[in-house]
């Protein structure tokens, strides 16, 4: 076997050296305490397992500290993280404040106002939360902020045979919130197609 074969350094080893170097600085800082002790009191000296024990604390504590500030971080960067991760901006946020508020007819409505201003994504989203409130009223499926599209689909496939209005509401939804799309007009005729049909059975 070669000698480039051979590992040259690993953490293992890195950490076992500064935990040495550690212990090793606490040893001398104490023995240059106990230097001066002898003045005092000839027969005091520190044992082996003092070092240890110090050491050890050193250790927790140190370890102690980096999991508070660690801690900290993410409590006050965890709000960041949240909003970054489910693409959550001012305008999504209002409209989950008024989700529950509006009635069918209402997103309806609105969704024919935002298509009138050539708004077609806010105005596919506004059909999406329509179906959602008629599924609420109708009694098919209430309001659950955890239940996801996917989630949606498989339970509505216990109460209707066609599933493909609300696959095209839902989908669009995703590639609101998900994805980078642009939704045209030709979108939103789609949308408006399947809310038709939902609405219509």
């Given at each position: 076997?070669?000698?480039?074969?051979?590992e040259?350094?690993?953490?293992?080893?890195?950490?076992?050296?500064?935990?040495?170097q550690?212990?090793?600085?606490?040893?001398?800082?104490l023995?240059?305490?106990?230097?001066?002790?002898?003045?005092?009191?000839p027969?005091?000296?520190?044992?082996?397992?003092?070092?240890?024990l110090?050491?050890?604390?050193f250790?927790?504590?140190?370890?102690?500290?980096?999991?508070?500030?660690g801690?900290?971080?993410w409590?006050?960067?965890?709000?960041?993280?949240?909003?970054?991760?489910?693409?959550?901006?001012?305008t999504?946020?209002?409209?989950?404040?008024?989700?529950?508020e509006?009635s069918?007819?209402?997103?309806?409505?609105?969704s024919?106002?935002?298509?009138?201003q050539?708004?077609?994504h806010?105005?596919?989203r506004?059909?999406?939360?329509?179906?959602?409130e008629?599924?609420?009223?109708?009694?098919?499926?209430?309001?659950?902020?955890s239940?996801?599209?996917g989630?949606?689909?498989q339970?509505?496939?216990?109460?209707?045979?066609?599933?493909?209005?609300?696959?095209?509401?839902?989908?669009?939804?995703?590639q609101?919130?998900?994805?980078?799309?642009?939704?045209?007009?030709?979108?939103?005729e789609h949308?408006?197609?399947?809310?038709q049909e939902i609405s219509?059975?």
């Amino acid at each position: 076997m070669s000698a480039d074969a051979f590992e040259k350094t690993s953490w293992g080893w890195q950490v076992s050296q500064i935990q040495q170097q550690v212990g090793e600085w606490f040893e001398y800082q104490l023995s240059r305490f106990d230097w001066a002790l002898p003045k005092l009191s000839p027969q005091w000296s520190i044992d082996d397992w003092v070092l240890k024990l110090l050491n050890f604390i050193f250790w927790l504590s140190l370890g102690l500290c980096l999991v508070w500030v660690g801690w900290r971080l993410w409590r006050e960067l965890r709000p960041y993280f949240n909003s970054r991760l489910a693409g959550h901006n001012s305008t999504n946020s209002h409209f989950k404040i008024v989700e529950s508020e509006l009635s069918v007819a209402q997103w309806v409505t609105r969704s024919q106002e935002f298509s009138h201003q050539g708004n077609y994504h806010q105005a596919c989203r506004c059909l999406y939360f329509a179906m959602l409130e008629h599924l609420h009223e109708q009694g098919i499926l209430p309001h659950k902020s955890s239940r996801t599209d996917g989630e949606y689909l498989q339970l509505l496939q216990m109460f209707t045979t066609s599933i493909q209005p609300y696959e095209t509401l839902m989908i669009t939804h995703e590639q609101l919130c998900f994805g980078n799309a642009e939704i045209s007009a030709d979108n939103y005729e789609h949308c408006q197609q399947a809310y038709q049909e939902i609405s219509n059975t």
